[in-house]
């Protein structure tokens, strides 16, 4: 007997569930080139889902379904929240770039994404190590189908093919990991894991040995070196509004069953997979922000931005637990730290690769970097939303992206760990290099002379989407405390049980 | 609204309507529209003259409001005898810039008027923030439109030039970051520059802070040896831009050492004071031999400018009441003066398109009105009394001699090098006969540009005249201050 709260809490997903098939129904009848039906109904049931998201976080309630396989708390419930929400920016900017590839011939693109989605809401309501890699497979194969939409361009199957196998193999491993955890404590729930880890019965061997494998399968997913081989790759060879779709919403997801698995579940092990998270993190500032001067290709610079900006996700990540002690105020600091970041970085990539979607036109997919010379003359409005984003990733103030780099080192040098402290200073000396290439392309679009006089333009919905997401960026960036809070909040509620 | 919010957002409120709705189409009503801005930014600043108390060294007109709660930062804004004339000094700059950029930019004025707008409001928030994220915020934020107006409207080697600005500043300020942070933490979780002023810290820690400042600071005024950006920025620079760094810009720098170093790491600044006597010593009298050999009239000023701020530096180190007030007139008083300087190039670049010396000779015979105002520039960049120059460099040469002979002693030579060049130039600028056809065929300003020389040269003769309203409103702060730094944090 299946009870009420069980329903409650992936009620939701069912709705998103029940009316991804309905529209995949729907589409069959829709004839225009641009699905205009099938685009607004999945628009407003994405926005009935987000309301639901957002009304579940905001009465801050934790309640776990079936059999405690699933949790619905605050932070769960605001990483769907926005995740939906970013799936919906990430829509409205894909679909002219869609149509002019004939990547909408059906409405599988709606529809895929919208399992995509799906696949993200179960990772993040996870609590349970097969729930958790039921959700990772769903999104996972629903990425590989949109990579591979546009089935006539070589790139784009290339990528998918190279997506396909790296991803296979990082579920494996993470797969492989869980099932050692499995064998040491008996157990798949999360918090039956958490207590038999932390009464010190299990052989540490074989739980380390596990937390390799899942810490090198959480690292694939979230695309840190020296795991972040595809990334570059399936960024650039990818269609840019499907790269849009893996680089934005996945990432918060990959983000929440982080917290899940390791803070949730192997808390105890802290000490351990800290120091797993310190080397994959200064791998990633060095290897992201180095690598990334070198590319004239913009997608794949941001590839190589990603792994940077993943690299101070995990800063975050490590500060949260000092020496083994668990500090109420440390790991609050650390983890939101690192919740804010994901989510603001979320907010930037998005208008960023709106920027690029926006430019490109038929037969001309505008990723080089030399295609944005002298954007600035041609359109000062989205070369203006482009510039707030870069200097978002540069970590400028003011604009969000200083204010999450803010937090993440506070957190770190909140520590008093010398280590720590030192790897703050790197991680700052990174973020000046990042400042470099960051900057070589807002000179590009400010300071060359434009190679086109054409004017750019854009359907009204790209138009105004585009322009409120680059005024987000500054608004949170004059006034972050809310989101900083919010996130605060919503990680005490989340690890409080 | 309190007034110095006022003077902080009415420029940027300006700046943002300019560039949300400014066409080159329309660039005389963007022009005016940007005039208005900076006319009403810079008479916001004037109710603050009145209602300023002497004779306390509190902070005034005080705004406060929580801003990011999580970590406890504050919208906190006030002014004491240092900060207060900065807030009138950068309106009127930018006052003044808008008037002499009217005609020489010509493409994109709304974004070009627009940005110094912007900067403007960000600077004076330099100037007024109490809390340490809301300097730091305004401080970082400042590079954004520099950057732009460099590597838009500047010189050929402009991309150059606003990379090395951007990134060497940047530098700087990130290891600033790190030291607020970990004030932060020391604290028990305070931006509060009051608050950090009377925490006591150990002898490392003080050492440390105070070298994570000098990194942001130094760059900044910038000091000797990291002023190397500096020439280059200023060459490549438009005339705006440059008058702007000098004018203002670099007193950020200046002003951090009083605002952050000295009260917060006053055991360390007093135990580090000969280095930063002897890097002023280096620029002012070193930079100020390299000025001499250039041959480029902006690098010649920039490497003045470093002399200069050499000398403000060299003031505050010195621990004494002439040697800090001396630095802070100083600031002002190359404000108005290094300005004029720039914008007098300008005049020059606008009609010939050169900033060479040897293009130049003879400038007296064409136009005789602008070299006289010139020359009222040159003699107050070499100190003549009388100008502005001449109060800042002289109560810092005093105060220096009060405290080590030899050290005011070598100010002083410095006094001569500072005419050298300046006395140099001008001659082979504007003296002798007609040096070739480009001299022959200028004209002498305009009324326009008569208008913003005129309103300089007021300001560096009323400075150097009368400089009491300026060391009356600094006395007791600089008084409390260094009462302050002479207490020992050590605990």
Redo the contacts between chains.
């Keep these: 007997m299946i009870d009420n709260i069980s329903w409650l809490a992936i009620y939701p997903e069912i709705v998103l569930l029940t009316m991804a098939c309905v529209i995949a129904l729907v589409d069959l009848g829709v004839h225009s080139a641009r699905r205009t039906a099938t685009y607004v109904l999945t628009l407003l049931t994405l926005a009935v889902v987000a309301g639901l998201q957002a009304m579940y976080a905001s009465s801050g309630n934790t309640f776990y379904g079936f059999g405690n396989m699933v949790v619905s708390d605050a932070m769960g419930n605001w990483l769907k929240c926005f995740a939906t929400v970013a799936m919906m920016i990430t829509l409205v900017y894909a679909r002219p770039y869609a149509a002019d590839r004939g990547m909408m011939r059906g409405g599988e693109m709606f529809t895929l994404s919208m399992f995509a989605l799906l696949g993200m809401f179960i990772m993040i309501s996870g609590n349970n190590f097969l729930v958790i890699y039921l959700g990772l497979e769903l999104l996972t194969l629903s990425s590989y189908a949109l990579v591979a939409l546009r089935r006539d361009n070589a790139t784009a199957t290339e990528a998918a093919m190279k997506y396909f196998v790296l991803g296979a193999m990082a579920s494996g491993f993470l797969l492989y990991g869980l099932s050692m955890i499995y064998g040491a404590t008996g157990s798949l729930d999360i918090g039956q894991v958490f207590k038999a880890v932390n009464s010190g019965q299990i052989r540490h061997q074989v739980l380390v040995f596990g937390l390799v494998f899942v810490v090198a399968g959480l690292a694939f997913k979230l695309g840190v070196v020296p795991f972040h081989m595809w990334i570059p790759d399936v960024y650039q060879g990818a269609p840019t509004a499907v790269t849009l779709m893996i680089g934005g919403a996945p990432k918060l997801a990959a983000f929440a069953i982080t917290i899940r698995l390791l803070v949730d579940g192997l808390l105890p092990l802290a000490i351990d997979w800290q120091q797993m998270l310190a080397v994959l993190a200064i791998g990633s500032l060095l290897v992201g922000n180095l690598a990334a001067i070198a590319q004239t290709n913009l997608k794949r610079m941001l590839a190589y931005s990603t792994i940077s900006q993943m690299g101070f996700v995990l800063l975050g990540l490590m500060s949260g637990v000092v020496n083994g002690n668990v500090d109420a105020t440390a790991v609050e600091n650390a983890y939101s730290a690192s919740m804010f970041y994901v989510v603001t970085y979320v907010l930037t990539t998005l208008a960023a690769f709106g920027v690029i979607l926006l430019l490109a036109r038929e037969g001309f997919e505008s990723e080089e970097i030399s295609d944005f010379a002298g954007l600035?003359?041609r359109s000062?409005l989205y070369a203006?939303v482009m510039a707030v984003c870069l200097?978002s990733m540069a970590g400028?103030?003011?604009l969000v992206g200083?204010?999450a780099k803010?937090?993440v080192?506070?957190a770190l040098?909140?520590s008093?760990q010398t280590l720590y402290?030192a790897m703050?200073?790197f991680a700052?000396?990174m973020?000046?290099i990042g400042?470099?290439y960051y900057?070589r392309v807002?000179?590009v679009m400010?300071?060359d002379a434009p190679l086109t006089a054409s004017n750019v333009s854009a359907p009204a919905d790209v138009r105004v989407v585009l322009t409120l997401n680059g005024a987000l960026l500054l608004v949170l960036g004059l006034?972050?405390?809310g989101l900083?809070?919010l996130c605060?909040d919503a990680v005490v509620r989340a690890l409080a049980t | 609204m309190g007034l110095l919010s006022l003077a902080i957002w009415a420029p940027i409120a300006f700046g943002v309507l300019l560039l949300a709705i400014g066409r080159d189409e329309h660039a005389r009503a963007v022009r005016w529209l940007a005039l208005v801005g900076a006319v009403v930014g810079f008479l916001v600043t004037l109710p603050l003259h009145d209602g300023f108390q002497l004779g306390t060294a509190a902070m005034q007109f005080v705004e406060k409001a929580a801003w990011i709660e999580r970590f406890n930062i504050h919208y906190h804004l006030g002014v004491d005898g240092i900060s207060f004339w900065f807030v009138p000094l950068t309106a009127f700059i930018t006052v003044i810039v808008v008037v002499a950029s009217w005609e020489s930019i010509t493409e994109r004025v709304n974004q070009y008027m627009g940005a110094f707008l912007i900067l403007s409001g960000l600077m004076i928030g330099v100037f007024t923030a109490l809390d340490g994220m809301l300097f730091y915020v305004f401080f970082e934020a400042t590079l954004i439109p520099m950057y732009l107006i460099i590597g838009i409207w500047g010189g050929p080697n402009k991309i150059y030039a606003a990379f090395k600005f951007f990134l060497y500043t940047l530098l700087g300020s990130l290891l600033m970051l790190i030291a607020l942070i970990f004030l932060y933490n020391q604290s028990g979780g305070s931006f509060d520059i009051a608050t950090w002023h009377q925490l006591p810290l150990s002898r490392t820690a003080q050492t440390l802070l105070f070298f994570g400042f000098l990194a942001a600071f130094a760059v900044k005024v910038p000091m000797w040896p990291v002023h190397t950006w500096l020439p280059d920025v200023h060459v490549e620079a438009p005339t705006g831009g440059s008058a702007v760094l000098a004018a203002i810009m670099l007193k950020l720098g200046a002003y951090g050492f009083l605002r952050f170093s000295m009260p917060i790491a006053p055991d360390a600044s007093r135990e580090w004071a000969w280095l930063m006597i002897a890097l002023s010593l280096i620029a002012v009298i070193y930079v100020g031999l390299v000025a001499m050999v250039q041959k480029d009239m902006k690098k010649l000023v920039a490497y003045s400018s470093v002399a200069h701020m050499g000398f403000v530096t060299l003031g505050f180190f010195i621990f004494n009441d002439l040697g800090v007030s001396g630095g802070l007139v100083q600031m002002i008083a190359h404000g108005f003066v290094s300005g004029a300087m720039f914008l007098s190039i300008g005049v020059l670049y606008d009609r010939v398109h050169s900033r060479e010396i040897a293009a130049y000779g003879g400038v007296v015979n064409t136009m005789p009105n602008f070299t006289a105002f010139a020359l009222l520039f040159a003699m107050a960049n070499c100190g003549l009394p009388g100008t502005a120059g001449f109060v800042g460099e002289w109560m810092v040469i005093l105060g220096a001699v009060k405290a080590n002979f030899w050290i005011g002693l070598a100010a002083a030579t410095a006094l001569i090098f500072g005419a050298a060049y300046t006395l140099w130039m001008f001659k082979r600028v504007y003296l002798g006969p007609v040096g070739n056809d480009n001299v022959k065929g200028l004209t002498d300003i305009d009324s326009r540009e008569f208008l913003v020389l005129a309103l300089l040269g007021i300001a560096v003769l009323a400075m150097g005249l009368y400089p009491r309203p300026f060391t009356d409103v600094m006395d007791t702060s600089v008084a409390e201050l260094l009462k302050h730094v002479a207490l020992s944090k050590l605990n």
């Design positions: 600035n003359q000062p203006g200097f400028i103030p003011p200083f204010y803010l937090a080192l506070q040098v909140a008093g402290i703050a200073v700052v000396i973020s000046l400042a470099f900057l807002v000179k400010y300071f006034l972050p405390g900083m809070a605060a």
